[in-house]
């Protein structure tokens, strides 16, 4: 048998250059009888004590949702990654993932709540506390008697975290710290327990981390809760600090780790988010399949017209590949996690390198999950016509809650230039061969194309060539691209964000292939028949995706012979030998959705 330090795991971002077994990639439909058993608890607790009070949290009634948080503690469903000696269930990255998912799908107010406690306002402790810090704070956050709260942003200070004003000066014994500033936009302010805080010391670089109590006598103020598009019943205020003493040893790390500690807490916030965003849009779709069976117009149920067929069908589509490639990085990270467990590495170590590892695949679900979600419920709302505009119909909520997901834990535009920047950062440490291959395609440009026939009688033969070939458009668009610009790459922010939406597309593209693969050869491809028509329907779509991004790119930064070369080398990995047939492929798709009268994958 092979163990888990000999198995060969693809590093974080190599997927673009390796070509992955199906075998390799875990799925949803690979969950053990213990995760199976933590989705259905979740799945009950959801539907018993969030889904039937949507008009409460939607009526911003703050106090159920600090309510059900806390009965989600009773549940053990807040400590579901915290080590057991702390409190926690001590459970893997998946089932940690499973949780975030199905408890989210309720309502964004209590997603969001959920999600700031458990990640970013739990985690920078696990990761990062000494065992003082950890004794004393985790087991009050796993069981929910405190609840945690992540103080990053400022007025001046968004995306650009790490130019906050909040200072934290040394008393003269040494013994304490003085905080004072100004934090805005903080989940989970007006109940939590404790922020995880970050703020300058004298002139240094980055920024430092801090536990802070929340205690009103110690300096600490909140400014009124925000009124939002959405998240009603997410309690999102500001915090106002005024020499507010924090002991010396509640500093997380050391000074001028902040920084650090923060990007970490939110590569691990990413991939949480693309879950939490997964069964909203599995309940959206499915509301959306039951409403448009029961709506008649023009004497015909309106999912019988074609244009409610395509809708259907891309929803369906876009949710399957949505969990097709979250669950496939999630196990990357266990696995991970488990080989440097395994290689002596301290819990801490484990989980911080085993998630750094896949910080690449974190922000393409980000913004690639988060962007579905968007579109499922906007889509939703049409299908619902003007009852979709109604304040009482499910859709107008789901579609202002899914709105934050594009812009909290980094921005999708955030997320998608670091995505391309750490790709690159990472060819240059060696972590991952871009140069090899994309010399290989520069070359193969110059060469004459082959004209074989291949045999595409295998099932997804030439959907995986496809896949190859969208690779080799990334290394000519990036190669070329890092070429001529150099560093300056990163000023060209254009480019950045089209070679990331190849990058985004091209992962997305190959989990989905990879999962039905898997699953056609274990349970049959004619079982598997309306999920492969979703893989070679989202395919098509990613390729589509990628010849507008690829072009464009080429167009901005070559000319003249070179501009020609690159733009027939596009043409060329962009082609299809056979084309599927969309059209067909949407049909099929809507007519089972619409059998089922759900979202059924
Ligand atoms: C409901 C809600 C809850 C939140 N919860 C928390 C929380 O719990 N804790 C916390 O610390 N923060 C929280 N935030 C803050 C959130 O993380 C920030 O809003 C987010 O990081 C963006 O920062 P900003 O709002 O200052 O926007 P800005 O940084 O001003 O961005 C504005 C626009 O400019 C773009 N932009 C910015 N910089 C660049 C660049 N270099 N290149 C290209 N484009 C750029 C952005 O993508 C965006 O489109 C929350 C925000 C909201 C709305």
Redesign the pocket.
Known sequence: METQQEKELLRGGQFIVKETNCEDVFTPEDFNEEQKMMRDSVIEFNDREIIPHKERFEAKDYALTEEVMGKAGEMGFLGVSVPEEYGGMGMGFVSTMIVCEYISSGTGSFS?AFG?HTG??TMPITLYGTEEQKQKYVPKLASGEWFG?????EPG?????NSGKTTATLSEDGKSYKINGQ???????GFCSLFIVFARIENDKNITGFIVEQDPENGITLGEE?K?LG?HA?S?RQVFFSDTVVPAENMLAGRGEGFKIAMNALNIGRIKLAAACLDSQRRITTTAIQYANERKQFNTRISDFGAIKLKLAEMATNTYADESASYRAAKNIEDRIAMRHAAGNSHQEAELKGVEEYAIECSILKVAVSEDLQNCADEGIQIFGGMGFSKDTPMEAAWRDAR?AR????????NR?LSVGMLVKKAMKGHVDLLGPAQAVADELMGIPSFDTPDYSELFAEEKEMIAKLKKVFLMVAGSAVQKFGPDLESH?QLLLAASDILIEIYMAESTILRTEKNAKRFGEKEQEIQIAMAKLYLYNAVSIVEKNGKESIISFAEGDEQRMLLMGLKRFVKYANYPDIVDLRRTIAEKVKAENKYCF
């Open positions: 969001t700031a970013i306002g709260a992540y103080a990053l942003t200070a968004g995306s650009d975290a934090k805005m936009w903080i989940s989970n302010a925000e939002k998240i997410s999102t934050i812009i909290y834990e980094g921005t999708n535009e955030i230039m922010q």
